[in-house]
């Protein structure tokens, strides 16, 4: 199975998010994690990919270039620990999954690839590859 968030801390976002080593990091960066329910709905959705078998999605600031692990099976939010995601108010934003049978498809057929060939992003696919 391709990675997420999940099978890569053992934790849910929201404990990800209370965890000693993400509020350290972040408090390092002087950066304030909100709670889950603050959610930047008015910023355009980031897209959810998957690079080297694992999901992530881009910050939402494109200056910014971090990435962080996306939660497969939700929430579907995203908050840079980079650069708290000032350019949305330090808010959370939408994340854009493909519907869970897509999802399992573009799983399915990466699962025989080598790790490093383990990538998709939303604009392949579209034509039923
Ligand atoms: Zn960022």
Same mark, same amino acid.
């Given at each position: 199975m391709i990675g997420d968030g999940r099978s890569i801390t053992g934790l849910s976002l929201d404990q990800w998010t209370k965890a000693v080593v993400v509020r350290q990091i972040a408090s390092q960066r002087r950066i304030k994690i909100p709670p +889950?329910?603050?959610?930047?709905?008015d910023a355009p959705p980031v897209l959810a990919f998957v690079n080297y078998g694992h999901w992530k999605a881009f910050c939402p600031?494109?200056?910014?270039g971090g990435a962080e692990d996306i939660w497969r099976e939700g929430p579907w939010l995203l908050f840079c +620990?980079?650069?708290?995601?000032r350019a949305v108010g330090g808010r959370w934003v939408l994340v854009t999954m493909p519907e869970p049978a897509e999802r399992d498809a573009i799983e399915e057929r990466l699962a025989p690839l080598h790790r490093h060939e383990q990538n998709w992003e939303a604009t392949e696919g579209e034509d039923g590859a």
């Open positions: +889950l329910t603050s959610i930047a709905e600031n494109p200056a910014c +620990l980079r650069c708290g995601n």
